[in-house]
């Protein structure tokens, strides 16, 4: 699936937004492209890594699934979801993402 010209320079923007460390502000673009396209996988890879970098890790885990359940057979979307799952438990404590990772990484072999 193409990705529309519009999500395509909204997304140059989010990223340059993250380039320059306005994480708040990327966020809100990134959000923006997924309002207009909700199965924009890259946006929701994004939205993972700047809500860990915001210590908003229940949204990073929303959105590294999210990631992986529009592309299951994407390994790079596996790895990254489960090293999102090890983030969160490192912020929060939370062993309930340990057992997540874990599942991830038994699906992966």
Request: charged letters at 35%; glycine letters at 2%; proline letters at 4%.
């Given at each position: 699936?193409?990705?529309?010209?519009?999500?395509?320079?909204?997304?140059?923007?989010?990223?340059?937004?993250?380039?320059?460390?306005?994480?708040?502000?990327?966020i809100?673009?990134?959000?923006?492209?997924?309002?207009?396209?909700e199965t924009f996988v890259r946006g929701h890879l994004a939205l993972s890594v700047l809500f860990h970098k915001t210590e908003q890790h229940a949204d990073s885990v929303k959105h590294g699934e999210r990631a992986y359940q529009l592309e299951p057979d994407d390994a790079f979307n596996a790895a990254a979801l489960s090293v999102t799952y090890q983030r969160a438990f490192?912020?929060?404590?939370?062993?309930?993402?340990?057992?997540?990772?874990?599942?991830?990484?038994?699906?992966?072999?």
């Open positions: 699936m193409s990705i529309s010209p519009e999500i395509l320079a909204i997304e140059k923007e989010a990223e340059q937004l993250k380039n320059d460390e306005k994480f708040t502000e990327s809100a673009k990134y959000q923006e492209a997924l309002a207009l396209d490192e912020g929060t404590r939370d062993p309930i993402y340990i057992e997540k990772a874990e599942s991830v990484n038994t699906n992966m072999r």
